[in-house]
């Protein structure tokens, strides 16, 4: 009788492909499509990526094909963005719908990423600059910060909305943003790659 040790590779590929796939269902706690993915989620996503390079190759392709147009990411930064698109196959990057929230209460790095984020989504759109972007806007009441917030969405053109809220004095300052919808426009991402590094 033959005991040679069969290896994960030995079996055929339609049978490792479904191991792929119920890996990433695993993870994701078989959610339902569309579902949001934080950074911890996606980080044991793309785990298997790191097994060997057949491995790699076979996983990723599978990933990016099947299961990322599926899926919603949750980000806090601009680098967690430019960090996914790192390892993104380039025709993969118009399928990336996400939801970012940056924060600031104080002169920062954040404020400008903010301000820089919103001239992108301007230009994007139409516009000169943010300024002529928060024209168009409209208040909204927000129940959860008790505050009107400004809000634009951009649909049909493109399939995104934008949030944003400032106060600033002499004493404190107070800012943020919350960007939802399709991210995987080419300018818009390479934009965000060189906001980055601010």
């Known amino acids: 009788m ?7 590779l030995d079996l055929p590929p339609e049978v490792r492909n479904h191991i792929y796939v119920t890996y990433f269902h695993a993870v994701l706690g078989l959610s ?5 993915v934080d950074e911890n ?10 097994v060997n390079r057949q491995i790699c190759h076979e996983a990723r392709s599978l990933f990016f094909d099947q299961i990322f147009p599926k899926l ?7 680098k967690r963005i430019t960090c996914l698109i790192r390892i993104m196959p380039r025709e993969h990057w118009k399928h990336i719908r996400a ?20 001239d992108l989504v301007a230009k994007e759109v139409g516009y000169e600059d ?12 927000d129940r959860e910060r008790e505050t009107n917030v400004k809000t634009i969405e951009f649909s049909p053109e493109w399939d995104m909305s934008l949030r944003w809220y400032r106060y600033m004095d002499m004493v404190m300052s107070e800012e ?9 426009r080419l300018p818009f991402l390479e934009g965000l790659t ?3 590094n601010v």
Not at 2 to 8: A, E, Y
Not at 44 to 50: A, C, G, K, S
């Open 41 to 50: 989620q996606f980080n044991r996503l793309t785990r298997i990526f790191l």
């Open 2 to 8: 033959d005991s040679k040790k069969i290896s994960f």
């Open 72 to 78: 919603e990411y949750d980000f806090d930064s601009v």
């Open 176 to 184: 943020w943003m919350e960007l939802s919808g399709d991210f995987g």
């Open 130 to 141: 943010s300024y002529d972007l928060e024209q168009d806007a409209y208040d909204v009441y």
């Open 99 to 118: 939801k970012m929230f940056l924060e600031t209460t104080e002169y920062d790095g954040i404020g400008t990423q903010i301000e820089g984020i919103m």
């Open 32 to 36: 339902l499509y569309p579902c949001l």
């Open 194 to 196: 060189r906001l980055s």
